[in-house]
Nanobody, 114 residues
Framework: VQLQASGGGLVQPGGSLRLSCAAP????????MGWYRRAPGKQRELVAR???????GYTDSVKGRFTISRDNAKSTVYLQMNSLKPEDTAVYYC?????????WGLGTQVTVSS
């Protein structure tokens, strides 16, 4: 089952976006969920993760700016992105952590530009 992220768009530097991703209940309930991104010319990287107990982790470049959360009742994971920078421009995906090959969706484009 492909997981579809939504909420991307074009935003100016310093702006904010909130990404969302709903997953099938069985996948969501049993797994750590992650937000990944692929910037132009770079490999896909794990940006943030949240365990099913709510513990979170972030890559250094987004610490203090991004917040991952999950709503277990809605089987949805969110990524609140504040103080966005041009280097945050990428296609953002959600998946389990570690990721399942069959769960990669199309992602949602985030472009940070003035």
């Amino acid at each position: 089952v492909q997981l579809q992220a939504s909420g991307g768009g074009l935003v100016q530097p310093g702006g904010s976006l909130r990404l969302s991703c709903a997953a099938p209940r069985m996948i969501f309930r049993l797994n750590t969920m992650g937000w990944y991104r692929r910037a132009p010319g770079k490999q896909r990287e794990l940006v943030a993760r949240v365990t099913n107990a709510g513990s979170t982790g972030y890559t250094d470049s987004v610490k203090g700016r991004f917040t991952i959360s999950r709503d277990n009742a809605k089987s949805t994971v969110y990524l609140q992105m504040n103080s966005l920078k041009p280097e945050d421009t990428a296609v953002y995906y959600c998946n389990t952590d570690p990721p399942a090959a069959s769960s990669w969706g199309l992602g949602t484009q985030v472009t940070v530009s003035s």
